[in-house]
């Protein structure tokens, strides 16, 4: 199997296990993202706080370890200074969130369950990621990543 | 609905360490973070065949749907064909009518994913993959995001 096809089959395996807890958690459903966001309730930071809980140290521990990745050589995790982007982008990220009530992972599963108006929120997504990125490459000839996002392999092509 | 295997809302003690250990798995096989703002870019390069797209970020993608789909269909509600957002539709709640509804969401989405990009990820990118690895980057645009989630939604609750 080449890389490639190996990248793919575990892109969708993990995208869908994703996508399944996701949807098992009601992360999809508008309400469950206003009732967290009106500090209503506070399930979701818990969430979020398991999840970190449980990947913090285990990344930690497998770095420490210079444990060996399947497809990605030596496990290498990114730390950034924080830039003015980080904070800034965060910032028009959160009100945008608070406005369509849904993130981009579960804009993709409220539409899979049926719910017909996710698709106006990931068209719009799709635009606000394209002005940004056409606004960096005139700036700059490329388009950034930061910590959040995959970072570019070539193997990974 | 298949039959109601999955209970009506996952507790957050199993569905957060779930996506933890998700987390961890996609690092031990691809040294990358499981990010999905990489996977909107990605994929929009992919479908407009524009060289250099990394294209099993649009396998990634189109999983995010299926495996929602299946927990979906687990559900005893199952798959409901519907608008979606009843909090800004319904009449005993904020009561907008779907042409304002439909812009609100569709601003949001905008905000959203430009400042996405500015910031390099999102909830699952910067909020779980980059907080877990450590990154003073994901930690400042999670605080950031946060707050200014929290604060638009107590002026949008004003309404």
Redesign the interface.
């Known amino acids: 199997m080449t890389p ?1 096809t190996s ?20 992360l ?1 459903e ?3 993202i ?1 009732d967290m ?3 209503k309730e506070f ?2 930071f ?11 140290p ?3 521990l ?1 770095e420490r370890n210079g ?1 060996k ?15 003015r ?17 849904t ?3 579960p ?12 698709i ?14 056409a606004q ?1 490459s005139r700036a700059t000839g490329t ?11 070539v193997a ?2 | 609905m298949i039959s109601a295997v ?1 209970p ?6 199993l ?28 994929t ?1 390069k992919t479908v407009r065949r524009v060289p ?1 797209a ?4 649009a ?14 269909l687990l559900k005893e509600d199952g ?10 539709l319904d009449a005993n709640d904020m009561n907008l009518s779907l042409p304002v ?2 812009a ?35 930690w ?15 002026f ?2 004003q309404f």
């Open positions: 490639s990248h793919k089959i575990i892109g969708l395996l993990f995208g869908a296990g994703f996508g399944f807890v996701l949807a098992a958690a009601n999809h508008y309400k469950t206003h966001l009106s500090l399930d979701v818990l969430l979020m706080g398991g999840a970190i809980g449980v990947s913090l285990l990344l930690a497998l444990a990745t399947v497809l990605g050589g030596t496990l290498s995790l990114s730390r950034s200074p924080v830039k982007q980080n904070v800034v982008g965060g910032a028009l990220f959160g009100i945008g969130w608070a406005l369509s009530g993130c981009p992972a804009a993709l599963v409220m539409l899979a369950s049926g719910a017909g108006l996710a106006i929120t990931i068209i719009g997504l799709f635009i606000g990621l394209g002005l940004r990125d960096t388009a950034v990543t930061g910590d959040g996002e995959h970072r570019e392999t990974a092509r | 999955l009506d809302r996952l507790p957050w003690y569905a957060g360490p779930a996506l933890g250990l998700l987390v961890v798995g996609f690092f031990m096989f691809t040294n990358q973070p499981l990010g999905a703002t990489g996977a909107y870019v990605e929009a250099g990394v294209s099993w970020r396998f990634y993608f189109v999983g995010i749907a299926l495996g929602g789909l299946a927990a979906v798959f409901v064909a519907r608008k979606g957002y009843d909090v800004l509804a439909s609100v969401i569709f601003v949001g989405a905008i905000v959203m994913g430009y400042g996405a990009r500015m910031a390099g990820g999102c909830t699952s990118g910067h909020g779980i993959c980059g907080t877990a690895q450590r990154s003073p980057a994901s400042a645009a999670t605080i950031s995001f946060m707050s200014a989630a929290v604060v638009t939604t107590f949008v609750n």
